[in-house]
């Protein structure tokens, strides 16, 4: 019998947080083994793995996990400042007790704001794991010299996993493989200061050189990432979706159209205000009636929503709800009529799918995607017959007219995706995608 290879697999997120960013490294881990490797998951003490169900327990079956410690500076740091870790920091000097009305609450809320901007550039740096790096890197070389390993795998962000990588490849010697979920010092969606962003660029470039292999999620990040590290091996891997997620109990809604977007929203960097304002006057128009179309946004908490919801002349088409557990939104899509994805307005953003619609994919419902910038989304969403993609306040009405007309007479809305398209984006494919990467730079060593 053959023995599997085996990877070590670096993965600051992989038992299920808020947001999306654990999803790919598990995806990976679960169905790597079907092509000949076998993972162990290095990650922090503070996965809550024992609450975790559902798909995402299925997911973990089998797999080898290793902790290594982790003490959160920021959180610790916030905790100091008497303010939520969980929530966000700038609504909480705004809206909370921090504000206030005087001289010395402002003066506070100035003095804490500027504390926590210091903690998450200079003290967490390059990110909230800094501190798991040494605990990690103890715990990753233990577990090499454990056992033999072919390859080391690490998955980012937060970047402080291919730091760990970087010195375990020095180490040991053992081949490297870095995955770029989002960039690091090139992001630009994240505000940083130039001396950061310097500071980052020099670091990242210096790990880069050991690196075997660069793994990606679009052509656009691996054309910056050889603008940063030239001549090294980049390979584009895309986000994809599980169909054992979407295999949930859900009940139907047949009497409205229901559109449902859930995720993070980033202080409306995603901006749903555009579809909800265009569907607000169709409603005003009398193409439909109020009670029979609903918005449901299971997002982020952002004042400025609840301040749109008082501005709509209609204002049951839309509601507000905050973010949910993933399970339960896997079950929101699968009762809606349709779902929504949302990109940031942002020229970048025409190179980037967006993995909130690889998510959709496996609801098996019609996507409205609205995305400013067009781009490869559009073509994506073309290709695999999975809805309609708006750039345009004119182009999301004629969307939206020509659902509610269809839903009026149908009852429904058409969906009939290209499931060959499809399969290219099921998650077990693109794990043998990356099983192929690791096949490729084992080979390259022993050559070398």
């Keep these: 019998m053959i023995q599997p290879n085996k990877v070590l697999m670096i993965c600051f ?42 798909p995402e327990r299925e997911d973990m079956e089998g797999i080898k996990v290793v902790k290594a410690r982790f003490n959160d500076p920021f959180t610790s740091a916030m905790r100091l400042l008497d303010l939520d870790p969980e929530k966000d920091t700038r609504l909480q000097l705004s809206h909370g007790e921090s504000s206030g009305k005087g001289v010395i609450p402002r003066v506070r809320a100035f003095a804490i704001g500027a504390i926590s901007k210091f903690v998450k550039n200079w003290v967490a740096f390059p990110d909230r794991g800094v501190t798991w790096i040494p605990f990690a890197v103890y715990t990753g070389l233990r577990e090499l010299r454990r056992a033999s390993y072919e390859v080391i795998y690490s998955s980012s962000p937060p970047p402080s996993s291919h730091i760990i990588a970087y010195v375990l490849k020095r180490l040991t010697g053992v081949p490297w493989v870095a995955d770029y979920r989002d960039l690091w010092s090139q992001d630009p969606f994240l505000a940083r200061s130039s001396s950061r962003r310097k500071a980052e660029r020099f670091l990242e470039k210096r790990i880069l050189r050991k690196a075997d292999c ?214 077990k494919n693109l794990a043998g995608d990356l099983a192929r990467v690791f096949d490729s730079v084992c080979e390259t060593y022993q050559e070398n």
């Excluded at 009636?289 to 299971?298: F, G, K, S, T």
């Design 13 to 54: 997120q992989f038992f299920p947080t808020k947001g999306a960013g654990h999803v790919r490294s598990r995806k990976f881990a679960k169905y790597l083994g079907q092509f000949g490797w076998e993972p162990t998951v290095l990650t922090v003490t503070d996965s809550v793995d024992s609450r975790v169900t559902g």
């Design 214 to 427: 660069l793994v990606t999620v679009n052509s656009r990040y691996l054309d910056m990432l050889l603008e940063l590290q030239g001549g090294k091996k980049i390979t584009v891997i895309t986000n994809g979706y599980d169909p054992d997620d979407h295999k949930v109990d859900a009940r139907d809604i047949n009497d409205k159209l229901v559109l449902t977007y859930g995720g993070f929203l980033y202080q409306l960097k995603r901006d749903p205000s555009p579809v909800i304002r265009v569907l607000d006057r169709i409603v005003e128009r009398g193409d439909v009636d109020e009670n029979d179309v609903l918005i449901r946004l299971y997002s982020d908490f952002e004042p400025r929503l609840q301040d749109l919801r008082d501005s709509l002349t209609h204002k049951n088409i839309l509601e507000l709800n905050g973010l949910v557990p993933r399970d339960e939104i896997l079950r929101k899509q699968k009762e809606s009529t349709a779902l929504l994805a949302i990109l940031m307005d942002h020229p970048l953003t025409s190179a980037i799918h967006g993995s909130k619609v690889f998510e959709y994919f496996g609801a098996g419902r019609p996507i409205m995607v609205w995305a400013p910038h067009g781009g490869v989304i559009k073509d994506m969403v073309e290709k695999t017959g999975t809805g309609a993609v708006a750039t345009s306040e004119s182009e999301l009405e004629e969307i939206l007219c020509g659902w509610i007309k269809e839903f009026q007479e149908t009852g429904t809305i058409g969906y009939e995706p290209d499931e060959s398209e499809l399969q290219k984006y099921n998650r």
